[in-house]
């Protein structure tokens, strides 16, 4: 728009420039002629300036339009994967249940009586964070847990709900990261068939059905009795 009005200011500070020249009769017929050319120049690039710019502009409002419609597609997309991964956790929370009601939380008792009280407030803390879904809170809590707690026990417990937490928020690839952490650490928790099921439900909701696949066949191959087998194996199927 600058430009475009610097033109148009020199456009007319030449014609009046020719006004007063030929007003003093100072103007020879070929210079006359060069001014009109020069005159009919800045008109041309004027309107071809304007051209640009209005093209530049559509362009402009095009994109615009186009972010702001796949900004909306992509929210869309990752509430219906929040949606669909609490519908799986509740079919996991439903089959312990079902298949070995206390034996989840004997565990999680015993453990919590072999760690000093300051390490359990810590772990209560956080796990109420996220049940209440201050996923955040909950995050920052279970790293702080797992650092004063170091090997003890609950931390694999604790890296798993740190996952869960970034499934939560949509963090999927640290949800990933964070899963795979407690499988490679901790190789004997029971936590890991949901883990490896949870990164399969992850990259198959994300479109990578071939590593989706990976992990629920995982599932079934290490832990063939496990609820998560039963769902890796309709998902399979």
């Known amino acids: 728009m600058r430009a475009q009005k610097s033109l148009r200011a020199l456009a007319l500070l030449n014609i009046f420039i020719l006004s007063g020249l030929l007003t003093t009769g100072c103007l020879s017929t070929q210079r006359y002629r060069n001014y009109n050319w020069q005159l009919d120049s800045l008109r041309y690039y004027t309107i071809k300036i304007d051209s ?8 402009i409002e095009q994109l615009r339009i186009d972010l702001y ?7 869309r997309k990752f509430d219906m994967l929040n949606s669909r991964l609490g519908e799986s956790e509740t079919q996991i929370t439903q089959l312990y249940r079902k298949l ?8 999680d008792s ?3 009586s072999q760690i000093s009280p300051e390490s359990r407030l810590l772990y209560e803390s956080a796990y109420k964070n996220y049940v209440r879904g201050n996923y955040r809170e ?13 090997d003890g026990p609950l931390v694999d417990n604790a890296l798993y709900w740190t ?8 963090q999927l690839q640290k949800a ?15 936590r890991i068939p949901t883990a490896l099921y949870k990164m399969g439900i992850i990259y198959e909701e994300g479109g ?15 832990y063939p009795n496990s609820p998560e087998a039963a769902l890796a194996r309709n998902k399979l199927q």
Not at 179 to 190: D, G, M, R, T, V
Not at 208 to 222: G, I, L
């Open 52 to 59: 640009l710019l209005a093209v530049q502009s559509n362009e």
């Open 69 to 75: 419609t796949k900004t909306n597609e992509l929210s």
């Open 100 to 107: 070995g009601p206390s034996q989840e939380a004997v565990a």
């Open 110 to 112: 015993e453990a919590m």
């Open 138 to 150: 909950a995050i920052e809590g279970f790293q702080v847990y797992q650092k004063a707690a170091e």
């Open 163 to 170: 996952g869960e937490s970034y499934t939560a928020l949509g």
């Open 176 to 190: 990933v990261n964070t899963f795979q952490e407690l499988i490679n650490k901790y190789p004997k928790s029971a």
């Open 208 to 222: 990578d059905r071939r590593t989706a696949r990976f992990y629920y066949n995982q599932v079934v191959k290490d």
